[in-house]
């Protein structure tokens, strides 16, 4: 240092002798030249700076030499001086970085300008240093749900004591879900991110819209140096920007028939409907524009009265101001109310259809609501009697109550009928008069009766009358063609259809052709089937015929439905007996009288219908020329109807004798097959 000043004076006072050389320069004047520093301290435009060191700026006043320095020195806050004097050149030095104690105050730099000749005059600047955070700043919280566009933030003041600063404002941040940091640094704000900046006392803002859902607003207080709270407060914001869901729960969607209560309802999933007073949620309903009746909360109750349709308005508004349902016009409908108070019309028909005298028809009118299609019904019972009308089948169409009523399946008399009606709105109304004003009263049989005659064989039944005399059989053909002489019962052979027949006529004995007749069989206990329908269909002639397959006996009968005009009917019943199948055979037509025995064997024939498990008990028989069938043993056949017995001859009196021998299946419980024999097989003892 001694050095350089004794270089500094040298170069001083060589200057100083070629300024003596120079005509209106003097070493005096040179000194008188040095201006006042006009310093500025680089930072906030608060002049607060959270670090102890700091930058001051200067303006070049002009006109200074290389050897021009500039001194300075730091002034505690209490005025007194804690630094050395600190010398730079001026020229090469553009700034002033003195550094303060890392304790916060406003501390003093005192400078000047100083060159071989003497010093300038002393300028001083304002070092203010603050490195102290603000305590926490706590954001009040708001109500429970706010509405978006109304979101205000108070702020609590951070605690004493204060920064020597003091408090620039504070910094806000609003996260959807989560809290995010209101400043960049862990310490300090910029100004700019300083969003409140009128001091502690401007502690209210506006966050401006904010979407539906939940918010969390974080704070910290930022001193004037530009250090933050070291702790982010925070608080939960619930937004509520939906307007409450408007509706008019059970009110009717069709026709009434009185007077309705409709309760409208304001349902708010976020902020509520709950009551709270003359400014907490409402809902309100009119009926027909008129004036609302308005309740708390999230329910209000009306009562439409009076025929005719009816608009039913409703509005509401929520916990945090949202309202529902309001137009520029007014309150939106929301639904409509239809009542309907007077009973509809019904009368039967005049007269009843000729071609389809069966169909019951009563018209259904109403004059507002309509007829109900769904609902609708015509009754019948005896005429006169006191029994309960019993429902038919009826069917609601355009504005008609329709039913068939089945006269042929009622005894004969007269019949009262009763029809009921709906409207939409509910109203009934039930009548026993024709449109004319006479009772609606109907005769059974009420239609024409077809008749038919039924009987076995085709066209003409081709009969044989058969007799017996001894061991003959004479038969006699007949041919028979009347279907009322032909026999009621007929016999025939296992494994053998028939045919039968019948002739369909009107009750003046017209031929009825092109109509469906079934012919009917019901088989005897034991078969495999119960019934069978077979339909044929009559000829111009009125005849129908039909093939009745093999089979077990059974009762037969031809039935005809009848039609729109005609009742129906049913043919005599007809049984056919089918005998039994039996076969029989022998292992020889001679047998040794005391010899080896004839082995007899044979089976039971079963055609739809089961032998039992156990099997079938037969007899066998035998006779002489001109005697009598005589059972000599019972044997057992098995499941498949088979059966073997052999016999043997042992009497002598049986020697040269011819003797007849058959197997007779007699009735049994649950066989569907009539008595039958086998064929007689012949075996002589010898």
């Not at 769904?374 to 006169?384: D, K, L, P, Q």
């Not at 009826?394 to 029809?419: C, M, Q």
């Not at 129906?568 to 010899?595: C, D, E, F, K, M």
């Not at 049986?654 to 039958?676: C, I, K, T």
Request: proline share 8%; hydrophobic share 40%; with cysteine.
């Amino acid at each position: 240092m001694r050095r350089r000043r004794a270089f500094i004076a040298a170069v001083a006072l060589a200057a100083a002798t070629v300024a003596a050389a120079i005509p209106g320069v003097s070493a005096a004047g040179s000194l008188a030249e040095l201006h006042p520093l006009n310093l500025r301290t680089l930072g906030n435009e608060e002049g607060w700076q959270p670090g102890n060191s700091f930058l001051l700026d200067r303006d070049d006043p002009g006109g200074l030499s290389p050897l021009d320095e500039i001194a300075y020195f730091v002034r505690a806050p209490s005025g007194e001086r804690i630094t050395e004097t600190k010398r730079v050149l001026a020229l090469e030095t553009a700034t002033l970085t003195p550094i303060v104690p890392a304790v916060p105050g406003v501390y003093t730099l005192e400078a000047w300008y100083v060159n071989a000749t003497g010093e300038g005059p002393h300028v001083s600047a304002e070092l203010r240093f603050d490195n102290r955070q603000p305590a926490s700043a706590r954001p009040l919280p708001p109500a429970p749900w706010i509405r978006g566009d109304a979101a205000v933030l108070r702020i609590e003041h951070p605690a004493d004591p204060q920064p020597i600063s003091g408090i620039r404002g504070y910094a806000v941040s609003v996260g959807r879900g989560s809290a995010v940091p209101p400043c960049a640094g862990h310490d300090r704000c910029s100004v700019a991110e300083t969003d409140l900046r009128a001091g502690i006392a401007g502690d209210t803002i506006s966050l401006g819209p904010l979407s539906e859902g939940t918010h969390v607003a974080s704070v910290v207080a930022v001193s004037r140096a530009g250090m933050r709270s070291a702790l982010a407060e925070s608080v939960v914001l619930r937004v509520d920007a939906t307007k409450p869901e408007l509706s008019l729960p059970g009110a009717p969607t069709g026709w009434s028939n009185g007077p309705v209560q409709v309760t409208a309802a304001a349902d708010d999933e976020h902020s509520g409907m709950a009551a709270a007073g003359p400014g907490g949620p409402f809902t309100a309903i009119s009926v027909d524009g008129g004036v609302p009746r308005v309740s708390r909360g999230g329910s209000a109750v009306a009562t439409v009265a009076g025929e005719g349709v009816h608009e039913v308005a409703v509005h509401a508004r929520d916990a945090v101001g949202n309202v529902a349902g309001l137009t520029d016009a007014g309150a939106r409908p929301l639904a409509v109310v239809r009542i309907d108070e007077a009973l509809p019309s019904v009368a039967f028909a005049r007269s009843q259809d000729r071609s389809d005298p069966e169909l019951i028809v009563a018209a259904v009118g109403d004059g507002l609501s309509g007829p109900d299609p769904r609902r609708g019904s015509i009754e019948v019972r005896a005429s006169g009697s006191r029994q309960q009308f019993k429902a038919l089948p009826t069917t609601v169409s355009a504005e008609k109550l329709i039913a068939r009523w089945d006269s042929d399946s009622h005894p004969s008399g007269n019949y009262e009928f009763r029809a009921t009606a709906f409207d939409r709105a509910g109203n009934s109304a039930t009548s026993v008069l024709r449109s004319d004003g006479a009772r609606m009263v109907l005769p059974s049989p009420l239609k024409a009766q077809a008749q038919i005659r039924f009987g076995f064989g085709g066209r003409r039944l081709v009969w044989h009358r058969c007799s017996r005399a001894g061991d003959e059989r004479r038969c006699r053909r007949e041919v028979i063609e009347a279907f009322g002489h032909r026999p009621a019962t007929r016999r025939v052979p296992f494994g053998r259809g028939v045919a039968v027949a019948g002739r369909l006529t009107s009750p003046t004995g017209t031929p009825l052709g092109g109509q469906q007749v079934d012919v009917i069989e019901t088989f005897a206990d034991g078969a495999a089937a119960v019934r069978r329908r077979t339909t044929v269909v009559s000829g111009p002639d009125g005849l129908f015929t039909a093939r009745l397959p093999a089979g077990p006996s059974r009762q037969v009968e031809a039935s005809f439905a009848g039609t729109r005009v005609l009742g129906r009917s049913r043919g005599r019943s007809l049984r056919l007996a089918v005998l039994t199948g039996v076969r029989l055979g022998a292992s020889a037509g001679r047998a040794a009288i005391g010899g080896a025995p004839v082995v007899f064997s044979g089976r039971i024939a079963a055609l739809e219908a089961e032998i039992p498990s156990l099997g079938r008990p037969l007899q066998m028989q035998f006779r002489v020329p001109g005697g009598r069938w005589t059972e000599f043993r019972t044997v057992q056949s098995d499941a498949n109807g088979r059966f073997r017995f052999p016999y043997s001859f042992s009497d002598d009196d049986s020697r040269n004798v011819r003797f007849l021998f058959r197997a007779y299946a007699s009735a049994q419980p649950g066989w569907p097959y009539e008595p039958a024999a086998s064929r007689p097989i012949a075996v002589t003892g010898y």
